[in-house]
């Protein structure tokens, strides 16, 4: 595997099965969107930083801190969704309906928001939701269910957030984090919003706002990456829409 200077390649060749935990845990591996159990989660299981150099993962577990990073994440979303061009480009990857998911075979999906099946059924058979009306439900998810029921919250950082190099390797770790708490049962959701508007307010030249409020919750110097919350599942979550293997192995 080469990471850089032309992107990531992977070289494949044939060789004896080599058995991975990690590897194992990959059909059970879904963002899960969905509500989480009271129940603490042992993050200190869900790392191994082995070969990897540059990042780190930062929790954010006591109530104090988590109740502050809830905010932060829900003051982000209502931000989002008030800027229209960041709403816009959100709502580009929603598929409301099952043939806007065969056209594209990406993007988020009326399944991967973790609803139970009778919500889901009703969802589906409403008319493909607007801009405005999908703002709304993913705020209202936020604030009650997103950061109402995260066990914690974890945080890549780094001190070098701008390097190739380093973006890579925090995708690699976010990734085993992933497939490691897949593999105990437990549920991960990708939060990125706070980065997002404080990559918003640096390119529009805005006053920053959400970079000291999120600083002021990791080690001094340490940026983050990569954002998202743990814990057990109430319900599994479910597949989201993938391309086909020959549509993306070249
Ligand atoms: C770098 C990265 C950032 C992501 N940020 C978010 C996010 O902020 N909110 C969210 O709901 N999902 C986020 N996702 C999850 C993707 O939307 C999700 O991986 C995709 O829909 C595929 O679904 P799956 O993970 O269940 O296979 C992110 C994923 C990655 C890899």
Known sequence: MTLLPDGARIDVTTGPPVGSPL?????????????????????????????L?????????????????SR???????????????????????RGGNDDVQRHRDGLSLGGQ??????????????ASSREAGDQFWLKQTITV??????AYGVITTNTPDDRATQL???????????TAASQGIALHHMN???????RERSTGAVATFGPRFASLLPPGEQP??????????????PSPRRDVAQVVR
Not at 53 to 69: K, T
Not at 225 to 238: E, I, K, S, W
């Open 146 to 151: 997103h950061t109402a029921t995260a066990a």
């Open 114 to 127: 973790g609803f139970g099946p009778l919500m889901l059924a009703v969802a589906k058979l409403l008319p």
């Open 53 to 69: 150099s540059g990042v780190q993962v930062r929790w954010i577990l006591d109530p104090e801190p988590r109740a502050a990073m």
């Open 72 to 94: 932060l994440l829900i003051d982000a979303a209502a931000a989002l969704c008030a800027d229209e061009q960041q709403s816009r480009d959100n709502f580009a990857w929603f």
């Open 193 to 199: 919003q706070v980065t997002e508007r404080i990559d």
């Open 225 to 238: 990456l990569l954002t998202f919350r743990v814990g057990y599942p109430v319900r599994d979550g479910a």
């Open 169 to 179: 390797t925090a995708g690699r770790l976010l990734e085993r984090i992933h497939l």
């Open 23 to 51: 590897y194992d845990a990959i059909g059970e591996r879904h963002t899960n969107r969905g509500p989480f159990e009271d129940k603490p989660v042992a993050t200190s299981t869900l790392v191994d930083l082995a070969g």
